[in-house]
T-cell receptor, first 113, second 114 residues
Framework: AQSVTQLGSHVSVSEGALVLLRCNYS??????LFWYVQYPNQGLQLLLK??????LVKGINGFEAEFKKSETSFHLTKPSAHMSDAAEYFCAVETGANSKLTFGKGITLSVRP | DTEVTQTPKHLVMGMTNKKSLKCEQH?????MYWYKQKAKKPPELMFV???????INESVPSRFSPECPNSSLLNLHLHALQPEDSALYLCASSPQGQGIYEQYFGPGTRLTVT
C-alpha cells in the first residue's frame, strides 16, 4: 500500500532562513505526490505536485520539492522563510482511483521574527 | 471560477437535530469528496462521488448521508450526531479522466455537536 511519512510535528525557523519539511514515501509503483498547505481556519491549498515529468518541482509562494527515488523522499524547501509561511503542511500520495489521496500526519511550520 | 464554496462556515447542532452541509463548484470537475478533519490531524476521507455516483464510502456511520444532486453540488446530511463528530468538514473536487489531478478544497464547515 502506498503511504507517506512526515517525521516530527513541528518545525521552527527564523524569518529569512531555509525551510525544509521532510516527506518520505512508500510505494511499489511510481508514486504521484503532493504538498498541500493549510492556513489556520482554512481549507487545503495545493503547493505543488510530482507526476514524474520532472524530479524538481516548483510550486507556488517560492516553494519547491525534489523527488529522489533512491531516498524515497519528496522534501519541501523554500530558500527564505516569510512570516506568512506559518501554517500546517501536508504531504500526500495518490492511492487509488478517483484521485484518492492518503495524507501524512502533517507538520506545523512556525516562523520567528 | 476556480473555487469550491461551502456553506455554512460554522454550524452548532444538538444530537437530535438534522442539518445539511453544502458544497458547490463550477469548475466542471466530475469527482467530489467529503473529508473530516480533527484539530492538528490530516483530513480523513469520508466519501467520493465520481460522475454523480457514490464510488467510495470509507465505512462512515449512517448518521452521515451524502448526496450529489448534480455535477456541481454535493451535500452532506447529518442526523443524530455525537459530540465526537465535532470537526472541520472539508469538501474537495477534482477533474476526472486521463492524467494526474490535484484536489481543490473548500474552506470547510466547522461543526460543533452539543
Amino acid at each position: 500500500a502506498q503511504s507517506v511519512t512526515q517525521l516530527g510535528s513541528h518545525v521552527s525557523v527564523s524569518e529569512g532562513a531555509l525551510v525544509l519539511l521532510r516527506c518520505n514515501y512508500s510505494s511499489s509503483v511510481p508514486p504521484y505526490l503532493f504538498w498541500y498547505v493549510q492556513y489556520p481556519n482554512q481549507g487545503l491549498q495545493l503547493l505543488l505536485k510530482y507526476t514524474s515529468a520532472a524530479t524538481l518541482v516548483k510550486g507556488i509562494n517560492g516553494f519547491e520539492a525534489e523527488f529522489k527515488k533512491s531516498e524515497t523522499s519528496f522534501h519541501l524547501t523554500k530558500p527564505s522563510a516569510h512570516m506568512s509561511d506559518a501554517a500546517e503542511y501536508f504531504c500526500a500520495v495518490e492511492t487509488g482511483a478517483n484521485s484518492k489521496l492518503t495524507f501524512g500526519k502533517g507538520i506545523t511550520l512556525s516562523v520567528r521574527p | 471560477d476556480t473555487e469550491v464554496t461551502q456553506t455554512p462556515k460554522h454550524l452548532v447542532m444538538g444530537m437530535t437535530n438534522k442539518k445539511s452541509l453544502k458544497c458547490e463548484q463550477h469548475m466542471g470537475h466530475r469527482a467530489m469528496y467529503w473529508y473530516k478533519q480533527k484539530a492538528k490531524k490530516p483530513p480523513e476521507l469520508m466519501f467520493v462521488y465520481s460522475y454523480e455516483k457514490l464510488s467510495i464510502n470509507e465505512s462512515v456511520p449512517s448518521r452521515f448521508s451524502p448526496e450529489c444532486p448534480n455535477s456541481s453540488l454535493l451535500n452532506l446530511h447529518l442526523h443524530a450526531l455525537q459530540p465526537e463528530d465535532s470537526a472541520l468538514y472539508l469538501c474537495a473536487s477534482s477533474p476526472q479522466g486521463q492524467g494526474i489531478y490535484e484536489q481543490y478544497f473548500g474552506p470547510g464547515t466547522r461543526l460543533t455537536v452539543t
